[in-house]
DNA sequence: AAGTGGTCTAGACCACCTA
DNA sequence: AGGTGGTCTAGACCACTTT
């Protein structure tokens, strides 16, 4: 078994696989078969850096990629040191929501209203207006496959010169927030994650229960001049968005 | 104006703000002010560096902060580009929770019930037991500043060797998970995250009311031998457990 | 004082893309 | 072929921590 273990232990230079990939790849298998163990120290850079012939700037690429994944962490004048499991680290990503909405050809949008209205009520808080200001309403079904995935509601400054009212109206502008392609007119966006449940007209629109827990995806959008343009939320239930996430070595 | 633009695009080399991080920040109000526009390609790295006169890696570093950020994106052969916001690459962080857990002294967990008990349900496909084996079965609130904050539920193998199962007993060690002082008895982790709501009991303990929506954040933890070793989870009003996140150009 | 990580230089060669 | 980012070297100096 030893045998084994140091023949993983040299990098292959003639490899495709860049060094410092091949040298995480170790570091990360010492750490899960227990060689560096939590809380403890790593070797220094100089010394993996002698240890492995490779210059100093190549240990450092490693050891970022390892901070990166969580699992270890550098303290300047002490070291590298292996971190303790730490589910607060660990981040929920929306890639299960984009994997669907990019599946473009089975993808449908149906609305449901567009109208201008007067503002109020957390619109008119979240997008900065005063009492009555015009903001646009868009309330849409998203399909995929003809099946229902998510109820989304939009409310945007009227503004009849502005891209954005143009792209509230369009079927396609809130998903190509995912697909990525026609969204240069914000600078920023802020979201938030909340638990929900469904009444009776959101359960009938997605084709689920009354009373079914669902995620609410709530947005804010900003224009280039720092303007609040563009409110709204989604509305999923979980089997439609999956939301995990690991921490510790997996990829061993 | 022009004079103020160009006074900030001069690296001050003596600053103890290191010179990539000041880089970073020319090049980030570039695009927060359309000088670099979504979709558009920045000057290569030589450019760059020609002209604030620092070497390639310097900005390689700063431009690794910007891909970090997610404002822009490298394409080996062809170029760095301004990336058009995208709301599914953001993902929410449970740093509000943690906050609250790691003020220890306002913390107090309260143990509703600590058996061996014969495993079933999910517990038992989770750990990967077979029916009717022992599982040790905690259920906990934690309170903060005497106020409820979370529901836990946690279950484990049972095994009198295992640390686990001393650590299930111990008042601390879940809430340790977060405080990250002692959790090296696993190796690796993962999360999910679910939309909830309160059952009668569930309400009362957390002081809420019935039907309140709630996460739930469902946790399976595997020892060095790869095994699962720990399953459970945490119920959380949303005001106890803010989940947001930003994208694009904020920090100006 | 010695050891650690953090920043930085001034090159080199390679892989990839576009023309 | 020429330009781009990706990797890598072999140093240098600094800031911080520990002894």
Redesign the pocket.
């Known amino acids: 078994m030893s045998g084994a273990l140091s023949q993983e232990d040299k990098?292959d230079?003639r490899s495709?696989?860049?060094?410092?990939?091949?040298?995480a790849q170790i570091l990360r298998q010492r750490i899960s078969s227990e060689i560096y163990t939590s809380g403890n120290?790593?070797?220094?850079?100089?010394?993996?850096?002698g240890s492995f012939?490779?210059?100093?700037?190549?240990?450092?690429?490693?050891?970022?990629v390892l901070?990166n994944e969580g699992l270890v962490e550098?303290?300047?004048?002490?070291?590298?040191f292996v971190k303790r499991l730490d589910v607060a680290t660990s981040c929920f990503g929306l890639d299960s929501f984009r994997s669907i909405l990019t599946d473009r050809e089975n993808v449908e949008v149906r609305i449901l209203k567009a109208t201008v209205e007067k503002a109020r009520g957390k619109a008119l808080e979240a997008l900065g207006l005063t009492a009555d200001d015009p903001v646009v309403v868009v309330e849409r079904v998203i399909l995929h496959r003809s099946q229902p995935l998510t109820l989304q509601v939009g409310f945007a400054v009227f503004d009849p010169e502005s891209p954005v009212v143009e792209n509230m109206l369009d079927t396609q502008v809130l998903t190509d927030l995912f697909f990525q392609e026609n969204c240069g007119s914000f600078k920023k966006g802020e979201l938030w994650l909340l638990p929900d449940s469904l009444d009776e007209r959101q359960a009938a629109l997605l084709g689920a229960e009354v009373g079914e827990n669902a995620f609410r995806l709530e947005h804010i959008f900003y224009d280039f001049a720092g303007r609040p343009a563009a409110y709204g939320w989604f509305l999923l239930t979980p089997d439609k968005m999956q939301l995990s996430t690991r921490v510790g070595v997996w990829n061993e």
Chains 1, 2 share one sequence.
Do not use: C, D, H, N
């Not at 495709?16 to 040298?23: D, R, S």
């Not at 012939?53 to 970022?64: D, E, I, Y």
């Open positions: 990098l230079k495709p696989v860049p060094a410092y990939v091949q040298l120290r790593l070797p220094s850079e100089a010394a993996i850096a012939k490779v210059s100093g700037m190549t240990v450092r690429q490693a050891l970022g901070v550098r303290i300047q004048g002490r070291g590298t």
